[in-house]
């Protein structure tokens, strides 16, 4: 061992020996603030949380219920467990913090306590802003929503207490999180780490993003993504203002006299504090809280305003409009200041009045500032002048200030790259080789990324077109199922059974999550819309495949596969909800009925149930019928197919592990169906090709 190592690992054993020290001498005081957390914790939410929840957010007609004995206790112990966590946290932090210190194993820099504190208020005021938001607005709208549309479908909202809950911590937090990012966007800004003009030029990525985050963090309903996005776009808004008046002011700051500034304009400021305060109080004391709590009353929100003294109202209003006054009059000022000093910059214009000896005698650091279309732009205007030496002479400066730039990084950067692709081809090729029975190769590696780049950059062409047929397929079976379609498939379902079940054990179908209902449509609009879009992604990259040698056939073999895949699916779409659907739904309540049973199905349950029933029958159908095209199409023959029956069943249960809930139950029950309808598309090629020895294999 080398005396770099050696001192690395003694390094280590004196830092984890410290810790453990620590850990012995501080930990009676950290398990006591576990436990006082912990205890806290379950005290505060079995008191004063849930039921304040219940109040505020169950909205009407919604039910909270336990699904186990121990619910309740378990998510208590839980929350409490957390909290105790947070609180011991620090204690052990600041106990770490002094004994490392006291044995010189970490540096204590001094950092001013002010600045500290100023960014931990800043913080917990934003957070504040964001919790408060999501409780008293966009929580009491979204669940009223949610319990409306489960009502009108014909679904009893009984939320599982864990679910409902854990919804509300966790995207309270989110909301808290979130309202971070002016603090964040000025803190990377001001330490340089990421440039205000990226945050500026780059909002609409900024705004993507937002969407993205809200679509996997809160309901997938457009009005609930409204409610998401809104506000934070504008705290984005918000925030590169606040980040534009910072790094203004420390670019600035060494050019102005701060104190001197607020004293000039110290007047203003009162000004402006009298003034909205006074406004805060006249609008307080004219009733003008009331017009917001109806509007608070007619959106759900059971938060109100009236009966805040307008004394209160007055001051707050007075120092938002004190401390916006002076940070207005110090941005003036530091923005004033910072462009008179700012540093002189070379522009293409600056090459308009030199002649050929100013432009060879011209520092380079003009030229390196320059873009190319500014330096073309700047020789063509020489040359309509008819000055061709002028212009020859930009050109030049320009070739050389970029070559001064360049250097031999270019070189070096193709061979990096082509030392990461060999690489890359030859690592894949290992991995690939213990796959195969034969060795692969980095050509074949190669081979099959160039086909398969091949084959994409075919379909970009198209793409387009299948998109919008996806999203048009998506949003189209979204909206029947979000604007009643899902409750008159209940309905059609619930006629079909029995009058006498019905009349002794009524069927009820529940949501346990207050999002269930939204997440099974949009899970079954997805999967119509890949369905219908696949023939067309098949159809569109034929051309590619059969040019790399990937297929063979027609390409009108495609069309008709994808037009037979749609019957099929419709027509066993038809059969499943006629017949198959209704009496295997028919037999489960009647079993239920004899145990004498209270029949509660859960949403997501029920109609995956009638998903699989329906459209499954359609989609198995449509598995032989495939087979049967792909062999006298020329795509694929029956003897391809009979040999690889493994890799499909093993495709079958991995794809069914995937898409289906966590039970090997219903993995089986989706898996061996598939492969059942395998075996019956071997056994009908079988019977037609005579056991695989003549019937179309070209």
Known sequence: ????????????????????????????????????????????????????????????????????????????????????????????????????????????????????????????????????????????????????????????????????????????????????????????????????????????????????????????????QILWGLPLITLYGVSLYVTKLIVTAKRGSEYVDLRGVLRRHWNHAAG????????????????????????????????????????????????????????????????????????VTFAAEDLEPLDVAGIRAAPPELFAELSEEEALAAANRALDDGNREKAGAIMDRFDEAEAAAAGDDGGDEEADEDEESDTLTSTTAGMVDAFTEEETTEDDIGGYYYDLRFILDSVRSSLFKVFAVFLLTLGGTFYWLYSGGIGVIRSDFVSRLPPSVLAESPLQIITLHPVEALVFEVKVATLFAAIVTMPLVVYAAWPAMKQRGLAGGSRRTVALWGGATLLGLLGGLAIGYAYVAPTIISWLVW????????????????????????????????????????????????????????????????????????????????????????????????????????????
């Open 1 to 224: 061992m080398d005396e770099d190592t050696a001192r690395t690992l003694n390094s280590g054993r004196e830092t984890a020996g410290a810790m453990l020290a620590t850990l012995q001498e501080r930990l009676q005081r950290v398990f006591i603030a576990f436990v006082v957390g912990l205890f806290g914790g379950i005290l505060v939410m079995r008191v004063w949380v849930w039921p304040q929840l219940r109040a505020d957010l169950l909205a009407q007609g919604a039910r909270i219920i336990t699904q186990t004995p121990f619910d309740v206790i378990l998510l208590q112990v839980k929350i409490g467990f957390i909290l105790g966590v947070l609180v011991a946290l620090p204690t052990l932090v600041v106990s770490a913090r002094s004994h490392l210190g006291r044995r010189g194993l970490i540096n204590n820099v001094p950092v001013a306590r002010w600045k500290v504190a100023g960014v931990g208020v800043a913080a917990g005021l934003l957070f504040l802003f964001g919790a408060l938001y999501a409780y008293y607005l966009f929580f009491p709208i979204m669940f009223r929503f949610l319990a409306n549309n489960a009502q009108q479908a014909g679904l009893a909202p009984n939320y599982s207490i864990v679910h409902w809950t854990q919804f509300i911590l966790v995207l309270g937090l989110s909301f808290g999180i979130a309202a971070q990012l002016p603090l964040v966007m000025s803190a990377l800004s001001y330490s340089g780490i990421v440039p205000y003009e990226t945050f500026r030029d780059n909002w609409k990525y900024a705004v993507v993003l937002i969407f993205g985050f809200g679509a996997v963090a809160s309901p997938p309903d457009p009005f609930t």
């Open 272 to 343: 402006a504090a009298v003034l909205g305060g006074l406004a805060g109080y006249l609008f307080a004391a004219g009733g003008g809280f009331q017009y917001l709590d109806d509007g608070l009353r007619a959106i759900g929100s059971a938060y109100r305003f009236a009966g805040t003294p307008p004394l209160y109202v007055a001051v707050g209003l007075g120092a938002v409009a004190l401390v916006g006054t002076l940070l207005a009059v110090v941005y003036r000022a530091v923005a004033r200041a910072e462009a008179e000093n700012r540093p």
């Open 591 to 698: 079993d239920a009925h004899l145990a004498d049973m209270v029949i509660s199905y859960r949403v997501k349950s029920f109609f995956w149930l009638v998903f699989l029933t329906t459209a499954g029958v359609g989609l198995l159908a449509d598995i032989p019928i495939s087979m049967l095209l792909f062999h006298y199409g020329g795509i694929l023959p029956y003897r391809a197919l009979r040999a690889h029956w493994r890799v499909f069943a093993l495709g079958a249960f991995a794809f069914s592990a995937v898409v289906t809930p966590d039970s090997l139950y219903t993995m089986l029950v989706i898996a061996v169906p598939v492969v059942v309808a395998y075996w019956v598309g071997l056994a009908l090629l079988w019977l037609l090709t005579l056991g695989g020895r003549g019937g179309g294999e070209g």
